[in-house]
């Protein structure tokens, strides 16, 4: 595709004129944000690179959906600075160059997809062609239903239509398949794909560790208004999970905690608990120095409660 | 065909970025229109909105009014005195209701967000919201023309009519104003109760109901106060059936009262933004 191949040229050309002096699309600078006494967002730093899909990882009230109002300019920092295209994100030109999916109990419902989606189109001096978002979004068969008569999935959709519709080049996705069930959240996940691919920069927030590694390239989790962790999915995985070893054994949890590897180690009972990224090593280790070592049962913890560790511990 | 084939060219990715397609103020008009053709539609096809705001003028009138053809008490025709005051009524319960509850629930809902957001310029949205209360007032008050040249015996001529229509759209731009504070202060799911307790009493006490002769005489001071009276006072002048003060100080009272809403308006919106 020689097409793409041009395409791709020009938009990194643009971008390295928006990348200076930081190399970042868009980048929140040590923003703190308040709310009266509540502390939403404390010294946050976080930068976008052209093409990249970032995940914000956290619970609900980590401050996901304030860092993203504050790169939309739709709220100021209490201090720090937030940049967007090296320019304040309420410019009206930095807008044009931005979309954002955000959540919303409900918009107008008594027009119909296509009017919607008309109307957002207009806000852009090039938007995409109706045929093509409705392609991406996959709205087809619904563009002339009312919102009113849409499915949850179907109203998860347009929103991400029309976050589209100035053809983006940095989009933002707050919960994007918050509400939605496991099949429409997958066939949204292939849509995002599918703005990856086309060298979009994407930020998006979830509370699902599953989606952020099925998506993200890279995951910054967030608790408290403070970022806790940040990297690959797969370096914020083994992080976070590591594998439980349960068993009888003799050894001591002083010898256990000392083995290399092992995160933590507890008495349950009769039984060790071992919590360890490097599970075959700690066990070999383990079953060499105790012959009579029983019960032994190895289990990788949920996605989500290693999720929940990673949060909760710090 | 030949139009949606040149615009899918338009839209792919290397032909579109180089150079902008529409100039700029053509855009922005294009925005405006939209903005309010769309505003027009989403409230037209809002049947708790639509039919309950052209609706009730009209059933009020053809109780009070067309049932009164024929009365006449000291100088003035009851379905034609009516007709001014239910056009207020309607043009004032269009804005209140299409603005303030409408613009509150968007608010509420998230979608406002959504809206400042996007490039859209907030203007065009504050725009269709007002071309929305005025596009209603009209409807309203050419229903009860008709009804009134039909049914009611009464007889106008163009000039009447036509002044008619300036006095509904200065009323719609009028209350609009208040609309978009009482969006920005009451809660969603309690605005249309608020509006109509604000909106009903102002609109028996300045005389939309029922000629304001016939009203206590304290009633009628405190009349002198609200702007409902002071938009009938202008709507009832073009039939003669206005009191003695000066059209100038009715002019003068709306355009006091718009100010002031559209200050305060914008001061609560500002502070909401910093506290935001």
Redesign the interface.
Known sequence: MP?TA??RE?EFE?YASAMQPQQAIAALSGVTKR?GDTLALDGMNLALRPGEVVALLGPNGAGKSTAV?LL?????PTSGTARVFGGDPQN?ET??R?G?M??????????RVR?HL???R???????????IVRIAQLEGIEDK?FSKLSGGQKQRV?FG?ALC??PDLVFLDEPTVGMDIEARRGLWQQIRTLANRGKTVLLTTHYLEEADALAHRIVVINKGKIVSEGTPAEIKSVSAGRKIRCRTRLTVEFLSGLPGVTSVEQSGDDVVVMTPRAEEVVREMLLRDATLSGLEIASPALEDAFLALTTSR | MQMQYRENIMSTPFIAYPQPTTSGIARTVNIFRKETKYEFLKLLRNRSFSLAVIAFPIMFYLLFGVTNRGANSSGIHMARYLLGGYACFGVIGAALFGIGVGLAGERAAGWLEVKRASPMPPMAYLFAKCMGAVSFGLIIVTALISLALTMGGVSLSASEVLRMFGVSVVGSVSFASMGFLLALLVPANAAPGIVNLIYLPMSFVSGLWMPIQYLPHWLQRVAAALPTYHLAQLMLRIFGYADHSSAVSHWLSLAGFTMVMLGVSWLVFNRAQQNA
């Not at chain 1, 939309?72 to 100021?76: D, E, F, Q």
């Not at chain 1, 955000?102 to 027009?111: F, K």
């Not at chain 1, 852009?124 to 093509?132: I, M």
């Open positions: 097409a041009v395409m020009t643009r709310y109002r939309l300019g739709l709220i100021a009206p807008r044009l931005v954002a955000l959540q919303v109990a409900r918009i107008p419902e008594t027009l009017e008309d109307l957002f207009s806000y852009y001096a090039n938007p995409l062609s109706v045929a093509e009312m929103l029309l100035g053809d």
